[in-house]
């Protein structure tokens, strides 16, 4: 017979190493020791905005959280750094005219010149290992086996066993979810190009990338076993640098604690620009474990606090030699950790942490390591490169694995949750979270923070994307605005409508080929006429027709009576019919001698014919439009309110669910207008279904604090961006920032920022940020000054569509690299 021996190896592979087994219940996976194991993805609050107060809360519920877990858990947590996503490809946006399309170009030169950017992705995985009586009985769950009755009372002590893990994991969810947004590892179904249906497995995926590094999607396989071999089919080749495939591996371990804690105190780590993962293991312990554990440490110092001939020779009481003080002090901190273990407060377990880094470039992983130790040594920890210990080091950070690399220092869960990384930087969503848009739609912009973090910009957060932008004058509000306007025109079929003061926008519309009207205004623009009635024929038109004109009658004093509204839909339906739909020819229809008196004012031969009473409309609303309004709004209401009310029912007509943005600006001389404010008020709660979002600003807190539609403003609005505002610290502003849901640390925020580059975002996260707009960008958004735009319509005037690349030679603007 041939021997097989030699074909047999004792040697133990990656799997064998692995204590992964099988899959047992959606986001369950059983382990080979017996063991149950989850996971939760979380994310925190940003640390550089919350108050001391509430970091302290933070740490005190989950503290409270995990102290309720014993002997049998185990707790891995991982703060993965990744590279960020890469700025939007062109052929993911649909810019319409080439200035946007080149100002995003240039948002992407920049980011790429920035270097690497890197956010963070945090995890929790909790191991549950049941007492050990019934540890063969929960491998039973592998198997089902019918008929066999020994098999039916062994599963189900499993399935007890089970349902105690999922008892207690929805317990910590509960507690952790009011300080963490938690999101449960499970499985994604989803159907390929070939109609096959899949589950996409989170914890065997996030089991994978702390093994490998390569966060590429698993699927559940149809026999969800054997998962040493799934994920753990690898080449790997131990050693000082061990390596996995391609990728070096070191570990760079922290211990050597400080003498106190506090929240967040290794937050530093979540903005060095080095991919790693951090790993943090406790491996908790009974009360009573725990308590003879801190005794036999306490005996240790205790035998140390006096020399052995004194205590040998000497009772306690006629000691004369010499203390050693510092063992002295170690016994009475040990006393204290004793009564602490007692108390029930915390609970002690054996707390690990280390950093992994993978890479297949050794002198790239050198100088990372180097790095994360120099950074940790700062910190007042001490940090050491493991050497021989690097394998199991690196075991001991997997999930699931409690017997590598076993570090002694007793932590109790305070100590813990301060140490651990529960606040995030917020770096946006890279994806717009808007259902109604396109599927995978990029986010708004691209915008700078702290660190090597990006920050992605959206207004939305799901389907309400309504925005408070709050802040001095001066401080870059219409700058900040136009450039919104331009980057949201890469959604495909954007449109934007915006009502302007002091015509901020109009080198941006007239840029991209936009309309911008000069509503009442003196200069030639103010030719613009309005036709009202143009559209009576078309189905609704008549009955808005109906309570425009009357809104008309009773602005001249009269208050329609029952027949004469019956005389208007007469003289209304006899217009539709004749096709001349003007208000002139409304006027001769009507048979009331008080109504056509009423009505004379807004007809040819009055004084307000010119804006209103036109045959042919000349507003052409297209993509774009831009209205401003500054002079219409200081003229009487017989004027301003028939203008408005007839816009605001063409914008409204003009929203068929494409993505709309309608902007706001100096939103305080609109507040101030009761119909305006009604207006805004309507379209904060009903626009989020036209699939547009309303950009409010204003430079007055005040303006909107006494507007009477505070409530809805805050409430309305869950993205607020506000500007720098170097009063936002007085008792007057500070009151108006709470108002709106500004803590101290915010407002502080705010009163540090640098006015005209620095603003601050609070949304679904909170986050200071920088536009980084650059000098492409800056020629059509921050060019605002009335001798800019006399400019600008010269040079239209004289080159026609060309006049932007002209217009950038004058400012002495590159943008011929853009192009290339």
């Known amino acids: 017979m041939h021997a097989l021996k030699e074909h047999r190896s004792p040697t133990k592979a990656l799997p064998d190493l692995?204590?992964?087994?099988?899959?047992?219940?959606?986001?369950?996976?059983?382990?080979?020791?017996?063991?149950?194991?989850?996971?939760?993805?979380?994310?925190?609050?940003?640390?550089?905005?919350?108050?001391?107060?509430?970091?302290?809360?933070?740490?005190?519920?989950?503290?409270?959280?995990?102290?309720?877990?014993?002997?049998?858990?185990?707790?891995?947590?991982?703060?993965?750094?990744v590279e960020a996503r890469a700025y939007p490809a062109p052929e993911e946006s649909a810019f319409p005219d080439p200035i946007t399309a080149l100002i995003d170009q240039e948002r992407r030169y920049q980011f790429g010149r920035e270097g690497s950017h890197y956010e963070s992705i945090y995890a929790i995985?909790?191991?549950?290992?049941?007492?050990?009586?019934?540890?063969?009985?929960?491998?039973?769950?592998?198997?089902?086996?019918?008929?066999?009755?020994?098999?039916?009372?062994?599963?189900?002590?499993?399935?007890?066993?089970?349902?105690?893990?999922?008892?207690?994991?929805?317990?910590?969810?509960?507690?952790?979810?009011?300080?963490?947004?938690?999101?449960?590892?499970?499985g994604v179904p989803y159907v390929d190009e070939d109609g096959r249906e899949h589950i996409n497995d989170q914890l065997l995926q996030f089991l994978h990338y702390s093994l490998t590094g390569n966060p590429h999607?698993?699927?559940?396989?149809?026999?969800?076993?054997?998962?040493?071999?799934?994920?753990?089919?690898?080449?790997?080749?131990?050693?000082?640098?061990?390596?996995?495939?391609?990728?070096?591996?070191?570990?760079?371990?922290?211990?050597?604690?400080?003498?106190?804690?506090?929240?967040?105190?290794l937050a530093a780590l979540d903005q060095v620009?080095?991919?790693?993962?951090?790993?943090?293991?406790?491996?908790?312990?009974?009360?009573?474990?725990?308590?003879?554990g801190l005794r036999a440490y306490r005996r240790k110092w205790q035998q140390k606090v006096r020399g052995f001939w004194d205590q040998v020779f000497h009772s306690q009481q006629t000691a004369k030699g010499s203390v050693d003080q510092d063992a002295a002090q170690m016994v009475a901190e040990a006393e204290s950790a004793l009564a602490e273990a007692s108390s029930g407060l915390v609970t002690y377990g054996y707390y690990t942490s280390v950093v992994v880094l993978m890479d297949d470039n050794r002198e790239r992983l050198e100088q990372s390591a180097r790095q994360i130790k120099r950074l940790v040594n700062n910190l007042g920890f001490n940090a050491r490169v493991e050497t021989v210990n690097t394998v199991e080091a690196w075991l001991g950070s997997l999930p699931g694995h409690s017997a590598p690399n076993m570090r002694r220092p007793m932590l109790h869960t305070l100590h813990l949750a301060d140490m651990l990384p529960l606040s995030s930087?917020?770096?946006?969503?890279?994806?717009?979270?808007?259902?109604?848009y396109p599927n995978g739609s990029p986010a708004l912009l691209h915008a700078a923070t702290d660190g090597s973090t990006p920050f992605r910009l959206n207004l939305h957060i799901g389907d309400l994307g309504h925005t408070l932008m709050l802040g001095p004058t001066g401080s870059g509000k219409s700058t900040?605005?136009?450039?919104?306007?331009?980057?949201?025109?890469?959604?495909?079929?954007?449109?934007?409508?915006?009502?302007?003061?002091?015509?901020?926008?109009?080198?941006?519309?007239?840029?991209?080929?936009?309309?911008?009207?000069?509503?009442?205004?003196?200069?030639?623009?103010?030719?613009?006429?309005?036709?009202?009635?143009?559209?009576?024929d078309q189905p609704g038109e008549l009955g808005w027709a109906e309570d425009w004109v009357a809104t008309l009658l009773e602005l001249q004093g009269l208050k329609l009576k029952p027949t004469q509204r019956n005389e208007l839909h007469r003289a209304l339906v006899a217009v539709q019919e004749k096709g001349e739909r003007t208000l002139t020819n409304l006027q001769i229809e009507l048979q009331d001698k008080d109504m056509k008196d009423a009505l004379e004012e807004y007809t040819i031969s009055g004084a307000l014919g010119q804006l209103l009473d036109s045959e042919e409309d000349g507003l052409a609303v297209g993509t774009w439009s831009v209205f401003e309004i500054e002079q219409l709004m200081h003229r009487s209401d017989r004027v301003r309110l028939p203008v408005l009310l007839y816009l605001f029912h063409v914008i409204e007509r003009r929203m068929k669910g494409q993505p709309c943005l309608l902007i706001l600006d100096e939103a305080w001389l609109m507040l101030g207008n009761e119909v305006f404010r009604a207006k805004i008020?309507?379209?904060?709660?009903?626009?989020?279904?036209?699939?547009?979002?309303?950009?409010?600003?204003?430079?007055?807190?005040?303006?909107?604090?006494?507007?009477?539609?505070?409530?809805?403003?805050?409430?309305?609005?869950?993205?607020?961006?506000?500007?720098?505002?170097?009063?936002?610290?007085?008792?007057?502003?500070?009151?108006?920032?709470?108002?709106?849901?500004?803590?101290?640390?915010?407002?502080?925020?705010?009163?540090?920022?640098?006015?005209?580059?620095?603003?601050?975002?609070?949304?679904?996260?909170?986050?200071?940020?920088?536009?980084?707009?650059?000098?492409?960008?800056?020629?059509?958004?921050?060019?605002?000054?009335?001798?800019?735009i006399a400019r600008v319509r010269a040079l239209e005037a004289e080159h026609g569509e060309q006049w932007p690349y002209y217009w950038m030679e004058e400012r002495g603007v590159n943008y011929e690299y853009l192009e290339a």
């Open 425 to 436: 930087v917020w770096a946006g969503r890279d994806r717009a979270p808007c259902p109604f």
């Open 18 to 81: 692995l204590n992964w087994a099988a899959v047992i219940d959606d986001g369950i996976v059983l382990n080979k020791d017996g063991s149950l194991m989850a996971g939760f993805f979380y994310r925190g609050q940003d640390l550089a905005t919350v108050t001391a107060a509430e970091r302290n809360r933070v740490s005190a519920v989950v503290n409270a959280a995990l102290s309720k877990l014993g002997s049998e858990w185990m707790l891995h947590q991982d703060a993965v750094r």
């Open 480 to 536: 900040a605005l136009a450039l919104i306007a331009a980057q949201f025109r890469r959604y495909k079929e954007a449109t934007v409508f915006a009502f302007d003061k002091g015509n901020s926008l109009e080198p941006l519309t007239r840029a991209i080929g936009g309309q911008h009207y000069n509503v009442a205004g003196d200069s030639d623009e103010s030719e613009l006429c309005f036709a009202p009635l143009a559209s009576i």
């Open 273 to 292: 620009p080095v991919q790693y993962r951090w790993n943090t293991r406790f491996i908790f312990q009974d009360p009573v474990d725990a308590q003879a």
């Open 125 to 186: 995985v909790i191991t549950y290992l049941p007492a050990k009586l019934t540890q063969s009985k929960v491998a039973d769950m592998m198997f089902e086996e019918t008929g066999n009755a020994n098999k039916k009372g062994r599963s189900g002590a499993g399935d007890r066993a089970l349902r105690q893990f999922k008892s207690a994991l929805l317990e910590i969810e509960d507690r952790l979810s009011s300080v963490l947004d938690l999101n449960r590892m499970q």
């Open 681 to 788: 008020r309507e379209w904060l709660k009903v626009l989020r279904k036209a699939n547009c979002a309303v950009l409010l600003a204003t430079q007055s807190l005040s303006d909107a604090a006494n507007s009477g539609i505070l409530d809805v403003l805050a409430e309305s609005c869950p993205t607020k961006i506000f500007l720098a505002n170097k009063e936002a610290s007085s008792e007057e502003n500070v009151q108006l920032y709470k108002l709106l849901g500004c803590n101290e640390a915010e407002i502080r925020t705010i009163t540090d920022m640098i006015p005209k580059r620095q603003y601050f975002v609070r949304g679904e996260g909170r986050r200071r940020i920088e536009m980084a707009i650059g000098p492409v960008a800056l020629s059509f958004v921050g060019a605002s000054g009335k001798e800019d």
């Open 217 to 265: 999607p698993i699927n559940l396989p149809p026999c969800p076993m054997y998962l040493d071999a799934v994920i753990g089919g690898h080449e790997f080749w131990s050693g000082i640098v061990p390596r996995l495939d391609d990728k070096l591996i070191q570990v760079v371990a922290i211990d050597g604690f400080p003498q106190e804690s506090y929240p967040g105190i």
